[in-house]
């Protein structure tokens, strides 16, 4: 059972994600909050599994929140829900390491999808999200490259891209095995602990080029 928890400033909005959550059978709803000290205060004293988040709440803000629930609570998932999706408020919620960014404008089913894909590890970014990283891509490869392999760069690249470990390994014939042991040396070498914050990085850095 997945431990949800809901974190937005507007009751109906509450009250609707938790209707079409309560349908799911492996999802649970166990607490509602109404901004992000809310967030931070239940995180502290709840069990749960992933804060579905707002971002823009009154006085503590679900990026503040945001900062200290993954310093204090590493393990709760953080799937953004919000309808900011301005280029500077993306690179900096990523920064802080959610899993997920998601705009509200997603179906119930794909909502549903990401949570389960988070609570597995999977990082989650909705088409408009990756679509405006992407684009910043447009700048020649840079001779420096963190000292990352061909083959890093180019495992690298499909994760920029939102590919799935099974997804790259089917792409480069190579095992899903094969893909996590690049995927644990591109986190050292470019100093991030998950494939967001190295997605992000590659973003910043330039370190690969898309066609």
């Given at each position: ?54 971002l823009n709440m ?92 061909e083959r890093e ?29 690049h995927l644990s ?27």
């Amino acid at each position: 059972m997945i431990r949800i928890v809901i974190a937005d400033d507007h009751p109906l909005l509450r009250e609707g994600l938790r209707r079409i959550l309560e349908f799911e059978d492996g999802i649970k709803v166990v607490a509602e909050v109404g901004d992000g000290q809310g967030a931070i205060n239940i995180a502290r004293s709840l069990e749960f599994d992933i804060l579905l988040m707002d971002l823009n709440m009154p006085g503590v803000n679900g990026l503040e929140a945001g900062r200290v629930i993954r310093r204090e609570k590493p393990n709760i998932g953080i799937l953004v829900l919000t309808v900011d999706d301005s280029d500077d408020k993306i690179l900096e919620v990523l920064q802080i390491g959610v899993a997920g960014y998601l705009l509200k404008d997603v179906d119930s089913k794909t909502l549903i999808q990401s949570i389960y894909k988070v609570f597995n590890g999977e990082p989650i970014l909705s088409p408009t999200v990756t679509g405006k990283l992407m684009g910043q891509l447009t700048q020649p490869l840079v001779r420096n490259t963190c000292g990352l392999s061909e083959r890093e760069l180019e495992i690298l690249h499909y994760v920029v891209r939102g590919a799935s470990n099974r997804e790259i390994g089917t792409a480069l014939f190579i095992s899903e095995k094969t893909v996590k042991n690049h995927l644990s040396s591109i986190y050292r070498k470019l100093e991030v602990e998950d494939r967001t914050q190295a997605a992000l990085k590659a973003v910043k850095l330039k370190l690969i080029q898309l066609d």
